[in-house]
């Protein structure tokens, strides 16, 4: 009964919450709802005896985090290039249009980004779906498979399939970078990384609404 009740916790808070959130909230009241959600689960997290206020930035061993960091820049190095030569391909009108048209806006963005939305983003998507979910999806790949199924499924509220593809495939690279580190500081980086090359390089505009970033 008690796994029962937790599948149910589950889909609300996963599936039926971003839908709700993209039906009837606007841009601003979305990133506050995000922001209350996620402190609701750091409240939990914080309550758990494995879980002290370090974890809430890095993991417990810093050699894995820094062999770990190779991987993840080597990863981003290859995917950027990939993407850019996507935007040049499909779209060469837009590559770098964001910082060439609103340098300051786009500044701005990328250093409001990672404090606004990645963060709570990582701490509810990774953090909590892995410890309060771990009896749901036991196996590795299926919690990987499940985390990223879910944090592509919050960018439904684009309505358009790059955000879809994109987070879907970002999801998958996050999830094992936290399952393999536990560490916030190093998924945050890696999803920072990835949004602020996505506004930078001509693809912000399946991201953004009204210039804020959703989610």
């Known amino acids: 009964m008690k796994k029962l009740w937790l599948w149910v916790e589950w889909v609300l808070l996963f599936v039926v919450t971003p839908v709700f ?9 979305w990133m506050l709802f995000l922001g209350s959600i996620a402190a609701m689960a750091a409240v939990w997290l914080a309550r758990r005896g494995d879980f ?26 290859v995917s950027a290039i990939g ?31 990672p404090v606004i939305s990645v963060y709570p983003q990582e ?12 009896s ?33 495939v970002g999801g998958w690279f996050f999830a094992e970078t936290y399952a393999r580190t536990r560490s916030l500081r190093l998924v945050c980086l890696e999803h920072a990384l990835y949004g ?14 009204n210039g804020l970033p959703r989610p």
């Open 21 to 29: 959130a993209a039906v009837v909230l606007r841009s601003k009241l």
């Open 52 to 77: 002290s206020a370090r974890h809430f930035w890095r993991g417990d061993n810093i050699d894995i985090e820094r062999r770990h960091l190779k991987d993840i820049l080597l990863r981003f190095s």
């Open 83 to 113: 993407l850019a030569a996507l935007v040049l391909a499909l779209f060469p009108e837009r590559l770098f249009e964001f910082p060439r048209e609103t340098p300051l806006r786009w500044a701005t963005l990328l250093v409001v980004y």
């Open 123 to 134: 701490l509810l998507y990774r953090a909590f779906f892995a410890r309060r979910y771990q």
């Open 136 to 168: 749901l999806f036991p196996r590795m790949e299926l919690s990987l498979a499940a985390s990223a199924l879910v944090f592509a499924w919050l960018h439904l509220v684009f309505r358009n399939h790059f955000a879809i593809i994109l987070t879907l």
């Open 196 to 209: 602020n090359l996505i506004f930078t390089i001509g693809l912000g505009n399946y991201f953004l609404e």
